[in-house]
């Protein structure tokens, strides 16, 4: 499975910890930057993962800043990105058995490493469950086509 990711830099050093992390699990990583602990900007990094998940780039995609509230913000603008911002596990799991969320968004400042890297196995370990969920995501999408008329890739 191919993997986006991307951090701001209150994100890069657990950006880099994840990166490690995933390359030993075998993951194949798309890494979007930023590449230095210079301040930067969470969005122009939050565009680029989710461009490439949209695009088929990439399967998911990982966004780190220090809260993970910007990244998930502007990821979620983008129809056809369900950006999910988890604290912990559960709330890992369930992101992706019930809301199939597509970008997991992660705050460096809010997590220890351990965690965090715990948070991405979890999530990335997890299937869609479908089910009644899938009438749900797909109103999800509904509303993305009133709000902006476009064709919005599942
Ligand atoms: C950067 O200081 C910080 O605002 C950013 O990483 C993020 O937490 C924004 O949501």
Redesign the pocket.
């Known amino acids: 499975m191919k993997i986006a990711i991307g951090s701001?830099?209150?994100?890069y050093p657990l950006k880099e910890k994840i990166k490690e992390f995933l390359s030993r699990e075998g993951y194949e990583v798309l890494d979007f930057g930023t590449h230095t602990k210079d301040s930067t900007h969470?969005p122009l990094y939050a565009k680029h993962v989710a461009k490439a998940v949209l695009e088929g780039k990439a399967h998911r995609g990982i966004l780190v800043?220090?809260?993970?509230?910007?990244?998930s913000i502007t990821a979620n603008k983008f129809p056809g990105i369900r950006a999910a911002l988890c604290t912990n596990e559960y709330m890992a799991r369930m992101s992706r058995l019930h809301n199939d969320a597509n970008i997991l968004c992660l705050?460096e400042?809010v997590l220890g490493t351990e965690l965090a890297l715990s948070i991405v196995k979890v999530w990335l370990e997890t299937p869609f469950e479908g089910g009644r969920h899938e009438k749900r995501v797909e109103l999800i999408t509904e509303i993305e086509h009133e709000t902006c008329g476009k064709d919005i890739p599942r």
């Open positions: 701001d830099h209150a994100g969470y800043c220090g809260t993970g509230i910007g990244m705050g400042r």
